[in-house]
């Protein structure tokens, strides 16, 4: 049979399919389909971006917005004509905007466009969204009902969990996400390493667990977006991300509310744990928008041999 539409309607389930199989509750299925639509309105507004690289300069003769606030601004008003997001809070935002009347059911979290520095490169960047039934200033294990990301980089992929599994979507050539892998499950171990910061600031113990990695031939995967990085840990089944505590910055780098719980949801339903070096990621207590703390999330045997070496003589 030749390639065409057929071949999708045949075969393929989409994403709505899938969460309707899944149980997933029709709010939050509405709610993660409209998000994972909006990335498609932030993916074209990456390749606008990109014919300004390709020396069309102001295309359309407007004044530009950077890339990650015209990001936030699809995301805002999507999440608003949606009907379910009560409160929204971005990265690209001073506070939490307030989007419904106060009786909507959802608290959104976005970081609209990570990594968007890497856009002139033509590295993967990606969208990285949590989704709570309270408010977001509480522990994400007690909060949150939901995660997702997208990859826009040769293929937009999109996961989600819902608590029920990690799930990966493709997104076709009819603009429909399509099931790829469900019930993603990362190995007891893995075999690469991604791991942030510069080694000078580190600390000595997470050093000692870098060189430990090393000796044990982990393969070094780190491309500076976070959201491609820890996408490779998990489509690869299994390894380690970590963005450590440095000296002059002991809170790490990446943000807990846009950045990390997102990330430790999803991972934990792929079998696999984050935690700070100490305490599990999601028991985190939120207490504001920019908090930030060290990280180390992929497969369980690489974040417990993490959190040995740095209680090691403490
Ligand atoms: O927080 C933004 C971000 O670009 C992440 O996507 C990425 O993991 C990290 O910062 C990269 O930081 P660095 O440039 O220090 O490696």
């Known amino acids: 049979m030749g390639e065409g539409i057929s071949d999708y309607t045949r075969f393929a389930v989409?994403?709505?399919?899938?969460?309707?199989?899944?149980?997933?509750?029709?709010?939050?299925?509405?709610?993660?389909w409209q998000i994972a639509v909006t990335g498609k309105y932030i993916s074209a507004k990456i390749h606008e971006s990109n014919r300004k690289l390709a020396g069309f300069k102001n295309v359309y003769g407007e004044e530009q917005l950077s890339l990650d606030r015209s990001s936030d601004e699809i995301m805002k008003n999507q999440?608003?004509?949606?009907?379910?997001?009560?409160?929204?809070?971005?990265?690209?935002?001073d506070a939490v905007v307030m989007l419904g009347k106060g009786r909507e059911k959802y608290f959104v979290t976005a970081d609209p466009l990570d990594g968007s520095s890497l856009v002139d490169t033509n590295l993967a960047i990606g969208t990285i969204i949590g989704i709570h039934k309270e408010s977001i200033f509480s522990r994400g294990r007690d909060s949150m009902v939901a995660a997702l990301y997208i990859t826009y980089g040769p293929l937009i992929?999109?996961?989600?969990?819902?608590?029920?599994?990690?799930?990966?979507?493709?997104?076709n050539r009819e603009g429909e996400y399509v099931l790829s892998q469900e019930h993603i499950m990362l190995e007891e171990r893995g075999s690469i390493?991604?791991?942030?910061?510069?080694?000078?600031?580190?600390?000595?113990?997470?050093?000692?667990?870098l060189e430990y990695l090393e000796a044990e031939g982990?393969?070094?995967?780190?491309?500076?977006g976070f959201v491609p990085d820890i996408n490779q840990v998990l489509i690869k089944r299994g390894g380690i991300f970590t963005y450590p505590a440095l000296k002059k910055s002991p809170r790490g780098k990446l943000r807990l509310?846009?950045?990390?719980?997102?990330?430790?949801?999803?991972?934990?339903?792929?079998?696999?744990?984050?935690?700070?070096?100490k305490e599990e990621i999601l028991s985190v207590r939120v207490e504001d928008l920019e908090q930030r703390c060290p990280i180390y999330i992929g497969s369980r045997f690489e974040v417990e041999k993490a959190m040995e070496f740095l209680a090691a003589g403490s």
Do not use: N
């Open 14 to 32: 989409d994403l709505r399919r899938q969460m309707w199989m899944a149980g997933v509750e029709e709010e939050l299925r509405r709610l993660i």
């Open 79 to 93: 999440l608003q004509f949606s009907g379910f997001v009560r409160e929204y809070a971005s990265e690209e935002q």
């Open 157 to 171: 992929t999109m996961v989600y969990s819902a608590g029920k599994g990690a799930h990966e979507f493709v997104l």
């Open 193 to 209: 390493y991604s791991p942030g910061g510069l080694r000078k600031d580190c600390i000595e113990k997470h050093v000692r667990f």
């Open 218 to 224: 982990y393969k070094l995967r780190y491309s500076g």
């Open 257 to 277: 509310l846009f950045e990390l719980q997102p990330m430790a949801f999803i991972i934990e339903q792929a079998g696999g744990i984050a935690t700070d070096g």
